[in-house]
């Protein structure tokens, strides 16, 4: 059973989930939220299943990901804004923000996936990937300067392709030579900082 404000007494459809939980909502919130919405709600008039009075709406979802985007519809005095700790949601919630035109949520997604990088670089790195957030990708590069040339086994490797692991490797390696030559020829020193 989906938690509140899902179990609302104005509710006028009922989404279920791809795992079978249902949530009960107000249909006026998803439009206001996104016109990609409609083809939920002409489903819902053409719906043969029926609840308590109120057509069903099967959707491609987990519980998880529909309580996170129907959340963020809604409006904050019924439901606060979903909080996207959990990397595995990453993937799923950006999904479903593309698929129904929710560029608000969109952004979120990318914000909580930058709070993780720090941390996290490789599995942000190869989400990013896969998501094709360049920006994202770029900064989890970074940040996997920080660490071992060669990345510890994580979930979110089997996401990204061998190339744009070579690639990861290649930047890696590059940068570190780089920061070597630094190391031998200390004229940047003296030319930036002996000068002032």
Same mark, same amino acid.
């Given at each position: 059973m989906? $938690?509140?404000p899902f179990l609302h007494e104005k509710a006028d459809i009922i989404l279920r989930s791809s795992d079978g939980i249902d949530f009960r909502v107000i249909s006026f919130f998803l439009n206001l939220a996104s016109p990609s919405f409609d083809f939920i709600i002409e489903k819902a008039a053409q719906?043969?299943? !029926?609840?308590?009075?109120l057509? !069903? /709406?099967p959707v491609e979802e987990n519980h998880r990901v529909l309580d996170i985007w129907l959340r963020?519809?809604?409006p904050s005095t019924l439901a606060e804004d979903p909080p996207l700790h959990e990397?595995?949601? !990453?993937i799923? /919630?950006?999904? $479903? $923000?593309?698929?129904?035109?929710l560029k608000p949520l969109e952004h979120k997604v990318r914000?909580?996936?930058k709070s993780h990088v720090e941390k996290e670089p490789l599995r942000c790195f190869a989400l990013a990937m896969r998501a094709q957030l360049d920006i994202e990708a770029t900064l989890a590069a970074k940040y996997t300067l920080r660490q071992s040339l060669i990345p $510890?086994? /994580?979930?979110?490797i089997d996401l990204i392709t061998a190339k744009e692991l070579l690639a990861l490797l290649t930047y890696h390696q590059r940068c570190g030579i780089s920061v070597q030559s630094l190391g031998t020829d200390l004229s940047w020193i003296t030319a930036s900082y002996l000068d002032s």
């Open positions: 989906a $938690a509140p719906s043969d299943q !029926i609840e308590d009075d057509p !069903i /709406v963020f519809c809604y990397l595995e949601d !990453i799923p /919630v950006l999904e $479903a $923000a593309r698929k129904y035109s914000q909580a996936l $510890a086994r /994580v979930p979110e």
